[in-house]
């Protein structure tokens, strides 16, 4: 039994807070909450992709996690997509 999630992931050291993935983003999941990165909210995250090809400093990709259930526990993979 697995779980998956994909999502948009950011490099807040290499962000500048432009705010373009902020503005095409359709479900509001990016914020810049002190004004220095933006930040994406994993659970309204759908991975459209649609920020990624938005930002001026190529600094998101998307990830597809995977959770796989090893008898009680969930074990995480994540890898990169796009
Ligand atoms: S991948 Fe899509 S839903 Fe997720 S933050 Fe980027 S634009 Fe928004
Ligand atoms: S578009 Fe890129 S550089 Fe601009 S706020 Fe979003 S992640 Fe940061």
Redesign the pocket.
């Known amino acids: 039994m697995q779980k998956r999630k994909r999502y948009a992931s950011?490099d807040k050291k290499e962000?500048?807070?432009?705010?373009?993935?902020?503005k095409i983003c359709p479900l509001a999941a990016?914020t810049?909450p002190k004004g220095i990165?933006?930040e994406v909210n994993r659970n309204q995250c759908i991975g459209c992709g649609k920020?990624l090809k938005?930002?001026?400093?190529s600094?998101?990709e998307i990830v597809d996690e995977v959770m796989h259930k090893e008898d009680i526990s969930y074990e995480k993979q994540t890898k990169k997509v796009v």
Do not use: D
């Not at 962000?15 to 902020?22: R, T």
């Not at 938005?54 to 400093?57: I, N, T």
């Open positions: 950011i962000c500048v807070a432009c705010g373009s993935c902020i990016i810049v990165h933006a920020c938005s930002c001026p400093a600094v998101i």
